[in-house]
């Protein structure tokens, strides 16, 4: 049975899809649902996103470092950066002030990647979203940034 399948048998009681924290995970689950979907069409998945965007932001960093700032369990994070230094995308190299550690960082392949997965991203963005309209978007993403931040 597909997903979609499934949750054409979804049928929660009313007072349940009336809350707020139901209801923003609902949105989430469908969110996650179309970045995957887009994700997949390159071969590639959210935490090959997540760490290629990291990287190109945040600048090359230890696989301990970069595990800590992205919240990626140790032994995840070593098998999503060998699939995403056998893509070309990453390389490990030695970290210039400390000789033990390797360092991450982004390849030109890898920039190129997530130029190509930012496409992606922004797609799926725009189909969750397809429903409001561009101030209704811009009053969501801020009232989301309160309720994430707990202000």
């Known amino acids: ?30 969110a996650q649902r179309l970045v995957e979907a887009a994700l997949a069409d390159e071969g590639s998945r959210r935490q090959h996103f997540v760490v290629l965007t ?3 932001e945040q600048g090359p960093a230890s696989q301990a470092d970069l595990g800590r700032r992205l919240w990626i369990d140790r032994s995840d994070l070593h098998a ?3 699939e995403l230094e056998t893509n070309g995308q990453v390389e490990r190299v030695r970290d210039e002030t ?10 030109r392949a890898g920039r190129g990647a997530l130029a190509r997965l930012d496409k992606r991203v922004d ?5 969750l979203l ?18 994430a931040e707990g202000d």
């Open 1 to 30: 049975m597909t997903q979609a399948e499934h949750e054409s048998d979804y049928d929660p009681p009313l007072r349940l899809q009336r809350l707020p924290s139901w209801l923003a995970a609902r949105a989430a689950r469908r």
């Open 54 to 56: 990291s990287l190109a």
């Open 80 to 82: 999503i950066l060998n």
């Open 98 to 107: 400390d000789r033990r550690r390797n360092v991450v960082a982004l390849t």
């Open 123 to 127: 797609a799926a963005q725009d189909a």
């Open 130 to 147: 397809a429903p409001l309209s561009a101030a209704e978007r811009r009053e969501l993403r801020r009232l989301l940034e309160r309720v």
